[in-house]
């Protein structure tokens, strides 16, 4: 199994997408956040918006 398949399936077990199988073509997937997924987004950019400003001098 290849490490983008591993880390789609533990994001699904976390509940943070969904794996949907394409209609005409098996073979091709569509993966998309829930709404977790999008919460857990945002306190992210939020975290790193925060860091940055710690880090980084603004002229």
Do not use: A, C, Q, Y
Request: aromatic letters at 4%; hydrophobic letters at 30%.
């Amino acid at each position: 199994m290849s490490t983008p398949t591993r880390t789609i399936d533990r994001l699904l077990e976390k509940g943070f997408v969904n794996r949907k199988v394409g209609e005409k073509d098996r073979r091709k997937l569509l993966i998309e956040l829930t709404p977790k997924g999008k919460k857990l987004l945002v306190d992210i950019d939020k975290e790193n918006l925060e860091i940055t400003k710690k880090n980084v001098r603004w002229s």
